[in-house]
């Protein structure tokens, strides 16, 4: 595993047991999209960087759904969710940026929320091309990030904020997500979606 990627799972290891209290604020506004955004997955899927599992609900009942986090701590969080699950769930820790475990072509639809604003830019082209090799031809993604919004008054709020999201999470508005996703061949980008002003974006593909 990477440095970076040992100093994140230290990081969630410490956040996982007071995470869901500390994201509570921005939960009242993700909770609005989840249902959203997973009401037509379906298949095998597999979600990268589930955390604490707020995503489990809402998937629906025709879901196989392997779903993988660096952190245990977190992992442990997302275990008391899964009754919550209407699919069948499998938690694995496992880092997105190898997948070596899972073979090629498996998967309907892989799904991160708020996944890739935590993983350093070096890294996303290999977890990107790692969910592509794992998708089947036509599999389908979507990934929720976060940007800085081009609009002043948000974005001060968000330079304010900026320091403390990055200690705490290990996230960034400046992650360049949507250009690695254009990187890599075998993705198509089929949309983006702001969720949210110009902060939130909804990257949806598929593989080619
Ligand atoms: C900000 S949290 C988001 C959690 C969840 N997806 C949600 O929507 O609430 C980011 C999560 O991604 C995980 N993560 C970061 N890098 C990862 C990687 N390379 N592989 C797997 N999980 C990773 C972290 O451990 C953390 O649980």
Redesign the pocket.
Known sequence: MTHE?QG??A??QKT?WF?DLL?YPW?RQ?RKW?PEILKDVNGWVL?????????LRHYSQSVNLTA????SG??GQARKRVREAQCRVDLQE?????LSRFADGIFDWTI????Y???PDR?QPL?LKEMSRVLKPGGRFRL?EILYSKKPALRARQKLLAPFVEFV???RFDRKTLDHVRSIQSLKVTRTTYLKADAYLLIEGQRI
């Open positions: 990627n994140l799972r990081k969630y996982s995470y994201d939960e993700y989840r979600e990268a960087g589930v955390g604490t599992g707020h995503n993988i986090d660096l952190s977190m992992l496992a880092d997105a940026t190898n991160s929320t708020f996944m604003c935590v993983m890294l977890a929720i999470y290990g996230a």
